[in-house]
Nanobody
Framework: QVQLVESGGGLVQAGGSLRLSCAASGSIFSFNHMGWYRQAPGKQRELVAT???????NYADSVKGRFTISRDTAKNTVYLQMNSLKPEDTAVYYC?????????WGQGTQVTISS
């Protein structure tokens, strides 16, 4: 069974940076795509960024130019570098991996941005 383990969340001031990591239990090349999603209190879960098998990336408009998704295939890990953080980025961030018709989620990591 695939396991995704996120890490790197925390509390930072507005304007600061964080890097989230998502370690997969198997080769990330086995996934069609992986991504980061977030859910703020009282809101629906939303897409933040995705990266496909071929390395193509996609970002939510709200994070373009500030966040960067990347991967280290040797470590089976996907990263989310978050810069110029804003209070509205506060949320639980989840890692997702999709393979064929299977959908896997991590347990989430809390990111809190203070103003």
């Amino acid at each position: 069974q695939v396991q995704l383990v996120e890490s790197g969340g925390g509390l930072v001031q507005a304007g600061g940076s964080l890097r989230l990591s998502c370690a997969a239990s198997g080769s990330i090349f086995s996934f069609n795509h992986m991504g980061w999603y977030r859910q703020a209190p009282g809101k629906q879960r939303e897409l933040v960024a995705t990266i496909t098998y071929s390395g193509s990336t996609n970002y939510a408009d709200s994070v373009k130019g500030r966040f960067t998704i990347s991967r280290d295939t040797a470590k089976n890990t996907v990263y989310l570098q978050m810069n110029s953080l804003k209070p509205e980025d506060t949320a639980v961030y989840y890692c997702r991996a999709v393979k064929s018709r299977s959908d896997y989620w991590g347990q989430g990591t809390q990111v809190t941005i203070s103003s």
